[in-house]
């Protein structure tokens, strides 16, 4: 489950992230929500990250690192979108799963980034 903030802002962000995932267009803006539901699959823990000019970060288990590797699941697997954890330093990542899930994953994200109309 991810939870809205009371007050938050995070559309700048949201741009940043919608960027990385390259959806095209400007911002949606779906309802807002308290919380979103969403699963998450673990690809891999204690992991090193690598950053591959053709592709992007990618992760090893050697040498061992902080980094967390998962999955989310947002709209009941409808769409997808990689997030990568290293709670050590306090920092994640969004990366792009595919083009075809950004426009249903910063759809989803929207309902609990974006502030409240009104």
């Keep these: 489950m991810l939870r809205r903030q009371p007050r938050s802002d995070c559309t700048k962000f949201l741009r940043r992230v ?5 959806l095209s267009g400007s911002l949606p803006r779906p309802p807002a ?3 979103l539901e969403c699963s998450i699959v673990i690809l891999g823990t204690s992991q090193s990250r690598v950053e591959e000019p ?3 970060p990618s992760f090893w288990p050697t040498p061992s690192g902080n980094w967390t590797a998962g999955k989310l699941f947002l709209a009941d697997g409808e769409g997808e979108v990689f997030l990568n954890l290293n709670e050590r330093d306090g920092i994640g990542e969004f990366s792009i799963k595919d083009e075809d899930y950004a426009a249903i994953v910063v759809t989803e994200l929207a309902k609990i980034l974006l502030p409240r109309a009104g």
């Excluded at 919608?18 to 390259?22: P, Q, R, S, Y």
């Design 54 to 56: 053709e592709i992007g």
């Design 18 to 22: 919608a960027k990385e995932l390259a």
């Design 33 to 35: 929500v308290e919380e």
